[in-house]
């Protein structure tokens, strides 16, 4: 037994004494505001405060706490500097996932005990040890600085009809800042039983099991093992069902490594104390294909018998001539250009348990997409899809990765089995081993310009490096020659695509689908362009931007709310201070060089071509408060707060008033996946549509006309019109099936038209756009790269929170950052977060967004999506800044010190 | 097991126990194991009596095993221990600085070891006891190779003592890492410098890590730089010839030959800032 203080009591803890301190306070105190997110000290989520001093919890065995005093952030609000800092973390937005919050928190309760007003530095080098990949820091730094402070934190309440576009505070926020958010491994219940995958360590290898039955008699404690075999469905799985490939175990052969052949079942601590090193399993490794190269080779092995030459899928369009634009052309440029795997790097790996309840199944998991979720373990169990109840935990991150099935086919399956609830709990090397990441891309293009600087023509050519499994990979290879162009008039055009099969980790949605590696070859060879033409960068892009009336490369003319121009020029002022700032700092010999770069972006929201609808379910309860059924999941990005914003207006009622139901597909109708940027943009107008339909049903009750005004309080429902009021019981009404006296349930799908053979069609209803300037500094000697400011203009259409947007595009640049410099993943290297890399609070500088509204006349309030458009432009935009700097042309992300050098050496010597 | 010892005398039994596994600050025991179940018999060293603490004897200053990496930064030491402090700070992160020991970062035999190169430059020595009695190991001898060290098994460390260098000595430590906080290096320095009273240099030392299996001195480039005038430069004097003893590899961080380029840079970067030139 171990004693010791826990938040000012005394506790005892029967825990083994060489377990983490992290377990310890999860498992055998309740703590679960305590985020075990790498078990490594690399992301510092565990952070408690021991003696005062802040620790990673996940490295301290429990034993070394006897007598000592533990904080967590539990005892936060007890705390004058811990109140303050929770209050100010919730009014700043500084906590959007919320997964990293508890360990904010506690270093900077460190930091305020010890220095009472510290400067932006001091609170960077105190917070240094705790990852953020949602925030980009930007709000966590203002919030602490609040704290210190003792700045009032404001609090809006926005009366009716004002709720879009105030700033108002996450409507979800004050569980993430005490540390209650219940996420995927929060919630388990007490003596569920515990899985954990058999993985192959492997790229490729054919495989048997030797004596399973042994093994389990060994085991005591061993519940079950499962394999392929066990599997009472189909054993596939896939987001895109035509091109669902995907087995939950390995049959014959294993594809990647880190691909599931079995898994086993038991008691927590019997199942966690296996080396599953020496599970069973006889392994026969075979020859792999890891890049795009090696897999197109004629005598490369086929990762799939149906898929021939390894090349799942093919994406086109083509406009004009491009062969006339050439031959037209007065100057030309060309260019290939290479990406990498990008880790999403959540900071929650993927978790979760399942329970049965009959013949049904419950699964309560951190995802994206509960729909997709309840439909694809439907056919892995051979269920119908009413029989899965997917009830999405709170979600440590996502960015994309979370689309895709992890831990729900192990749990479902386990608990159908045992009749027991059963819980998964991905290990950080094993988030980053199985699941999906950003497609490394290597693009052909050449551009071409007439002498007065009007883009002619573009040819592109990108094969992107799909792993073992389809995933989204046919949604890249249809998105990217979409979107190749960049925002800009392409008379001349054709964009082809690949998806080709590798042995690698599958790789899936990120943030872009694709587009984020595209720019960084369209806005490099714009500069290239420009520079041959003597233009100045900026003006040649607005020269060429899109505008509401000039066709994009599909023939798309939008009409209205194209602000990409206007973005643009939104920069300019900054644009031509800082180069000239830059220019003047570069005459001074020295190892350092100061350049800007700048890159715009469009992006179209939601699916490409193809249907992808949000129903909304709004509800009057005869209490007179409102029920949001918001079935979109909030990864973070803060859509229960900018939907119900939303749905607020468009009835006429303060937000306050409303309840919301959060994502179950018991409770909430389907609002599709959190993707493609399309939450606030579908669901948004869903809510819009629900929230006006549902204003009508009240004004009918008192046959008032639209301008009336509304108040609902005590059961009451009074409408004023012209100052003649009428009140309606709400008590008196009947009830409809869900228990509500009015109901309203609208359906909103955006209305595309499909692409033909060449691409030429509406693939999007509405784009959003946006362009960063990106100033740095080189140090010419080591090739190393700091950025020194980050300008972000958007065209958001309508910003329904601009907090929210803002925390977007910060943390959106940050993951920008991260691509352009740092963060590279070789599969079967570096699996855990101190060998990949994302940018740490010191790697982000200051970020001024920009925030333009050329409304949309489709979207909610004319509101477009921001999620990926924030990140799209940063590192192409960096990337220039580089040139700019030293004229190295860097053609290879990131753009590590190392590669940066190289590119400085080779431009001198060319 | 977990044992709990309580003196040097009972550490070195527990350690007798087969594949015994001293752990203090945790901070490398513990990412060696995410993911996977720690099964190893433990001997927390962090509650040992006399384990813990800087203190100064005659010509040397004796830095307790179990002291953390905060302690160093805390402690009150001569100039010439500026660059072991500075590599302190870049140990992980506040909160791995507050647990982590400095002889678990030797222990550890990390090539990137942050404390390595400025105990390398200070001429450190490492104090070992078993259950056989103690002995003492220059540090350049304890470390053997890629995470591996010259403890038997049954042997820990208990001590690192540094002789008292001469007051005109001074040290800088220079970190070279694709991030901020929270970053392995691509490559380090250490450099110490002694000056006479003209301000020439009379001894320098200089150690890099992160560039060879265990971090190497330069007794070539030391040697060069010996009688280097005041106003001169250090960095000016560091040329490839110096960097013989490293033997880097490739690897996720950087390639080795970007590394020895980078040599030249950063070891340049840390004798100027021991000399006061940058």
Known sequence: MISFELNGKSVNCAADPGMRLSEALRRTLGQTGVKSGCDAGDCGACT??????????????????????????????????????????????????????????????ALLAQTAAPDRAAIADALGGVLCRCTGYSKIIDAVADAAQGRAAEMLTPSSGAAVGAPIARLDGRP?????????????????????????????????????????RAHPG???????????????????????????????????????????????????????????????????????????????PQLHAKRAGNVLVKGRVARGDVGQGFADAAVTVEGVFETSFVEHAYIEPEAGWARRVGER????????????????????MGLPPESIR???????????????????????????????????????????????????????????????????????????????????GPTVANRVPVHASGPYVVPNYRAETRAILTHCVPAGAFRGFGVPQTVIAQEQMLDMLAAKLGLDALEFRIRNALTEATPTVTGQVMGDGVGIRACFEALRPAWQKLRQTAD??????????????????????????????STIRFGVKPDGRLALHQGAVDIGQGSNTAIAQIAADAVGLPVAMIDLVSPDTDLTPDCGKTSASRQTFVTGKAAELAGRALRRQLLRLANAGEGAGLE????????????????????????????????????????????????????????????????????????????????????????????????QIEGGVAQGIGMALMEEFTPGRGENLHDYLIPTIGDVPPIDSILVERASSVGPFGAKGIGEQALIPTAPAILNAIHHATGARLTRTPATPERVLAAIRAARTT | MYARPMTVEEAARAMQAPDALALCGGTDVYPAHAGKALSRPLVDLSRVEGLRGITQGSGEIRIGAATTWSDIVAADLPPAFDGLKAAAREVGSVQIQNRGSIAGNLCNASPAADGVPPLLTLDARVEIASVTGRRMLPLAAF???????????????????????????????????????????????????????????????????????????????????????????????????????????????????????????????????????L
């Open chain 1, 584 to 613: 003047a700092f570069n005459t001074q010999a020295g190892a350092m060089r100061r350049g800007v770069g700048v890159a715009g972006m469009f992006y179209g929201c939601g699916n490409t071509s193809l249907p992808n609808p």
């Open chain 1, 390 to 472: 997917i009830i999405p935990s709170a979600c440590g991150g996502g960015f994309g990765s979370k689309l895709d099935l992890s831990v729900q086919p192990y749990v479902a399956l386990a608990a159908w089995l045992t009749g027991q609830p059963v819980a998964m709990v991905y290990s950080r090397p094993e988030s980053i081993q199985s699941t999906t990441k950003r497609h490394p891309a290597i693009m052909r293009s050449r551009m071409a310009a007439t002498r007065e600087g009007d883009l002619l023509a573009m040819d592109f050519e990108g094969d992107f490096n799909t792993g073992a499994y389809a995933s989204w």
């Open chain 1, 712 to 807: 609902l309080a005590a059961g009451i429902l009074r409408v004023d019109e012209g100052g003649v009021i009428r009140t309606v019981d709400l008590g008196a009404l009947a009830r409809g099936p869900h228990g509500y006296v009015l109901c309203a349930e609208e359906t909103f799908d955006p209305p595309t038209a499909p692409l033909d053979a060449n691409g030429q069609g509406i693939p999007y209803a509405v784009y959003g756009y946006g362009a960063h300037l990106a100033e740095v500094e080189v140090d010419i000697r080591l090739g190393l790269v700091k950025v020194l400011r980050i300008v972000a203009a958007h065209d958001v259409g309508r910003a329904i929170n601009p907090v929210l947007v803002e925390g």
């Open chain 1, 48 to 109: 408690v405060l021991a003696d005062r001093e802040p620790v990673c919890a996940c490295l301290v065995p429990v034993a070394q706490v006897e007598g000592a005093r533990i904080e967590t952030v539990e005892g936060l609000a007890g705390s004058d500097i811990g109140a303050r800092l929770q209050k100010a973390f919730l009014a700043r937005g500084a906590a959007q996932c919320g997964i990293c919050t508890p360990g904010m928190l506690m270093a900077a309760t």
């Open chain 2, 143 to 277: 470390i053997t190779g890629y995470r591996k060290t010259a403890l038997a098994p049954g042997e820990i460390v208990t001590a690192v003592t540094v002789p008292l260098p001469g007051t005109g000595a001074r040290s800088a430590f220079v970190k070279l890492g694709a991030r901020r906080y929270l970053v392995i290096s691509i490559l380090m320095a250490a450099a110490l410098v002694e000056r006479d009273s003209a301000g020439r240099i009379i001894r320098a030392a200089i150690a890099v890590g992160a560039a060879s299996p265990v971090a190497q001195r330069l007794p070539a480039l030391e040697q060069d730089l010996r009688n280097l005038a005041p106003g001169e430069r250090p960095s000016t004097r560091v040329a490839p010839q110096h960097l013989a003893p490293l033997a880097p590899i490739g690897d996720v961080r950087a390639s080795a030959d970007y590394r020895l380029d980078a040599a030249i840079t950063v070891i340049g970067e840390a004798l100027d800032r021991a000399v006061g030139v």
């Open chain 1, 176 to 216: 993430k800042v005490m540390g209650t958010e219940p996420y995927g491994a929060d919630a388990v219940p007490a003596g569920a039983l515990w899985v954990r995958a058999v993985r192959s360590p492997y790229h490729r290898a054919g495989f048997r099991f030797g004596d399973l039955d042994g093994y389990s």
């Open chain 1, 361 to 380: 199944i419950e699964i309560t998991a951190s995802t994206q997409s509960p729909y997709m979720d309840r439909d694809d373990t439907a056919a892995i």
């Open chain 1, 222 to 300: 061993l519940a079950r093992i499962l394999t392929a075999r066990d599997i009472p469905g189909r054993n596939v799985f896939g987001v895109i069902p035509p091109f669902a490939d995907q087995p939950v175990f390995a049959e014959g052969e294993t594809r990647f490594r880190g691909e599931a052949v079995a898994a086993v079942v038991g008691e927590r601590a019997v199942i966690e104390a296996l080396d599953l090193a020496l599970f069973p399993v006889i392994w026969d490794e075979r020859p792999a294909v890891l890049g795009i190269a090696e897999a197109l080779a004629a005598d490369a």
